[in-house]
C-alpha cells in the first residue's frame, strides 16, 4: 500500500508496485529512493 498525506494511493501486491507501479506519486517515490544494480534488480538505498 502506498499512502500520501494519509490516503491511500496505491494498493496491490509489492512486488507489482515496485516493478509496475500505476500512479506518478508511487513512481515518483520509487525513482527517489531506489536504484537498480546490474543485475537489474531493485535495492533500497
Do not use: C, H, W
Amino acid at each position: 500500500m502506498v499512502m500520501k498525506e494519509g490516503r491511500i494511493i496505491e494498493v496491490g501486491e509489492t512486488k507489482k508496485i515496485f516493478t509496475a507501479p500505476k500512479k506518478d506519486y508511487t513512481r515518483q517515490l520509487l525513482t527517489a529512493s531506489l536504484f537498480k544494480t546490474d543485475k537489474n534488480e531493485l535495492q533500497a538505498i
